[in-house]
């Protein structure tokens, strides 16, 4: 009787030692997937910062009007804003249509060469495709011309 219930409390001690090493394995490999981290479409529930001056700081992804997997560069989604300012044209909450002018995801282009940004960020535009503020902060992909987004084009300081 008192072997089994010694190895009854070594099979606990290395359960425990076990669950102990597992932690410490998966800790290493999410530090080092968060190092490699990989860049996909912007999706359902994706946070992007708002580069104009329509009054909104951050919106929320609630659909791609185009493609299955998500959007990219000058892809038309339908957004939340989550963050406002005070006395901005659109409020916290309004549901509104936005053009992803920057995305984390590469993109190549005709000549070969990759672009990809730091951040997801969109421009807030009306039903007709105008945008809703008068500037548009930071730079542009000149892809966007080929979407026919000729407005937001011309607003942005810098075309990249």
């Keep these: 009787m008192a072997a089994s219930g010694s190895s009854k409390l070594f099979r606990v001690g290395r359960s425990i030692l076990g669950g102990l090493s597992s932690n410490a394995l998966w800790a290493s490999r999410s530090s080092s997937q968060l190092t490699n981290q990989t860049r996909t479409f912007i999706q359902m529930r994706t946070t992007l910062k708002v ?3 329509s009054g909104a700081k ?4 609630i659909q791609a009007l185009k493609g299955r997997k998500g959007a990219r560069l000058g892809d ?3 957004a939340s804003v989550k963050e406002a300012h005070a006395g901005g044209k659109v409020k916290k909450g309004d549901v509104c249509h936005a053009v992803v002018v920057r995305a984390a995801m590469p993109r190549g282009r005709s000549d070969g060469s990759e672009i990809k940004f730091d951040d997801n960020a969109v421009v ?3 039903k007709q495709g105008e945008p809703i503020g008068t500037r548009v902060l930071g730079p542009v992909p000149h892809e966007l011309r080929k979407k026919k987004h000729l407005k937001i084009l011309s607003l942005a300081e810098k075309v990249a």
Excluded: E, F, P, S
Aim: glycine share 0%.
């Design 51 to 53: 580069v104009d001056n």
């Design 124 to 126: 807030l535009i009306n």
């Design 76 to 78: 038309i989604i339908v």
């Design 58 to 61: 951050k919106v929320m992804c």
